[in-house]
């Protein structure tokens, strides 16, 4: 099997950073696009920014500019910084990944994490 664990959220003031890290484990052979979700009470999920193996970014329009996500492909895991948050970022983050496991190379697997509350409040 294959396990996402996300860690790093919590509650900051406005203006504030976070970090979010997330890990994945298992039978992994390869891993393509990692990326962060997020959803906010009453909205549906949606993208944050996302990250594929090669280095290739994309972010939400909401995020650009505060936002950066990087990867180490070492240890398979994907980080979010988060920089100059709004009450508006509050929301479960949501780690995501496109996963080629061992036991199933040919076969792309979508796997998410169990998701981190982030509170932006004073």
């Known amino acids: 099997q294959v396990q996402l664990v996300e860690s790093g959220g919590g509650l900051v003031q406005p203006g504030g950073s976070l970090r979010l890290s997330c890990a994945a484990s298992?039978?992994?052979?390869?891993?393509?696009?990692m990326g962060w979700y997020r959803q906010a009470p009453g909205k549906q999920r949606e993208l944050v920014a996302t990250i594929t193996s090669s280095g290739s970014t994309k972010y939400a329009d909401s995020v650009k500019g505060r936002f950066t996500v990087s990867r180490d492909n070492a240890k398979n895991t994907v980080y979010l910084q988060m920089n100059s948050l709004k009450p508006e970022d509050t929301a479960v983050y949501y780690c995501?990944?496109?996963?080629?496991?061992?036991?199933?190379?040919?076969?792309?697997?979508?796997?998410w994490g169990q998701g981190t509350q982030v509170t932006v409040s004073s």
């Open positions: 298992g039978s992994i052979s390869s891993i393509n696009t």
């Open positions: 995501n990944a496109d996963v080629r496991a061992v036991w199933a190379p040919m076969t792309t697997l979508n796997y």
